[in-house]
């Protein structure tokens, strides 16, 4: 037995399915998840120590690699001054600066502990402020294990195949409507008859939770003006694509400015962080200068704080995004010629630092009825194929992969030449 597999099955007596969130049980793709025990850039090392070039980066957050010496320098620094007050600190301010900088349509800022709590308090300010109780979300679309949005969900939900999950109310999951990820005509038609009781639509700007779908032109641009035309707040969720798409998010690389936008996983260098913001007038109705209630123990507590900020120091690098999308259209088009070389058909699409591929012979995948017509049983056979090789993809046909300014160009050969040795085997 491997020490992961050893370790597996302790865990499993202990923990629900031995793990602390789905997706990572490699339900998706067979086998015993890896644990971890060490990572240093653009590697993860195994309790085996097998090395691995990592393109899950925490599922986003280490966009600068692991163990980057910049944010260990400042949080061994914190930790020496203290881990946290639960009051205001000089460097929560310095931190909604610079989200306030960077994210064009964030006038105001509030900091939580994760994604999840970032899209259900946008969604909750959304309804305090226009007094409305309905959602539009999207198929595929994982906006966290809020309840009313975790209907017809992508992520884990839809790996393990429970996309409505038991245990929220009917009386509440009948508020939320989901419509078909890029079809605007659809969104105009559904608010022709109820856009005046909708409080917010809720998008990711890229879906990332059903592989890597990149919008397509004039979706979200057709979301900005039937928002604007019925009084609905648009909420960007760009907990995956902030920071990673380009240095404004999805929203700045686009050119659209939602109303509020979630953010998480980057804003927290790799520590439990979550934001909200968006524009003045809706952020005035959150406590205590507004009604709608919502409050945080550890929220903007200084170890995140300091993680988060100095990683978007780092990422505002002049030309740091022009690299690492250079680096992702390496992979994406390397693992494009792999699967021709091969004559294994395969789409790969990506936006910014996230890409993913499709065993599809689509040239390219914009729905999510495309998505779940994709070859499933080909992914697995490669994820595992590439795991051998020592390349650490996301265990699910239904995320996105992400690159890190670690990733150097040997590693993208190595991982291109272990591509061409699988595809050759599928
Ligand atoms: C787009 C999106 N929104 C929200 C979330 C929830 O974030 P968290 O897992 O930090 O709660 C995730 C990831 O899980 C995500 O990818
Ligand atoms: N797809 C999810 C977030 O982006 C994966 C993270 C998780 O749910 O554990």
Not at 27 to 40: D, N, Y
Not at 273 to 278: E, M, S, T
Not at 356 to 377: K, Y
């Amino acid at each position: 037995m491997t020490h992961s597999e050893t370790l597996f099955e302790q865990a499993q007596k202990y923990i629900p399915g031995g793990v602390n969130s789905p997706v990572r049980a490699f339900r998706g793709v067979g086998g015993t998840p890896v644990f971890f025990k060490h990572a240093e850039g653009a590697y993860l090392y195994d309790e085996d120590d097998r090395r691995y070039i990592d393109f899950i980066g925490s599922w986003g957050p280490m966009i600068l690699g692991h163990s980057d010496p910049r944010i260990k320098a400042a949080l061994h620094a914190q930790v020496d001054l203290g881990v946290g007050y639960g009051a205001p600190t000089a460097i929560e301010t310095e931190m909604a600066k610079k989200v306030c900088e960077l994210v064009p349509s964030i006038e105001l800022v509030r900091m939580v502990n994760s994604g999840t709590e970032a899209t259900m308090s946008a969604i909750r300010l959304a309804r305090g402020y226009t007094g409305r109780d309905k959602i539009v979300k999207f198929e595929g679309c994982y906006h966290g294990h809020v309840d009313s949005l975790l209907v017809k969900a992508g992520s884990g939900a839809l790996t393990l195949g429970v996309p409505n999950s038991p245990g929220i109310p009917a009386s509440l999951a009948e508020h939320t409507i989901t419509l078909d990820y890029n079809d605007i005509d659809q969104v105009r038609e559904t608010f022709k008859d109820i856009g005046n009781q909708v409080a917010a639509i809720i998008v990711e700007p890229v879906a990332g939770n059903m592989n890597c779908i990149p919008p397509v032109p004039g979706f979200l641009e057709g979301l900005r003006e039937v928002c604007d035309e019925h009084g609905t707040v648009l909420i960007f969720d760009e907990v995956m694509t902030g920071f990673r798409v380009s240095l404004g998010g999805a929203q700045g690389f686009y050119g659209v400015k939602p109303d509020l936008t979630a953010l998480g996983k980057v804003i927290g260098g790799g520590l439990p962080v979550g934001a909200f913001g968006g524009k003045r007038e809706i952020m005035e109705h959150i406590s205590p200068l507004g009604p709608v209630y919502q409050a945080g123990t550890l929220s903007g507590n200084p170890l995140a704080m300091t993680a988060g900020l100095t990683t978007l120091n780092a990422i505002s690098e002049p030309g740091f995004h022009d690299k690492l999308t250079e680096k992702t259209n390496k992979v994406r088009d390397g693992l494009k010629a792999a699967a021709d070389e091969a004559g294994i058909p395969l789409t790969v699409q990506s936006a910014g630092a996230m890409f993913g591929f499709f065993f599809t012979s689509e040239p390219s995948v914009t729905t999510f009825e495309q998505v779940m017509a994709c070859d499933v049983e080909r992914f697995k056979k490669f994820f595992q194929g590439m795991l051998k090789e020592g390349i650490y993809l996301a265990p699910s046909a239904f995320e996105a992969g992400f690159t890190t300014a670690a990733l150097s160009d040997d590693d993208i050969e190595f991982t291109l030449a272990a591509a061409r040795k699988v595809m050759a085997t599928l």
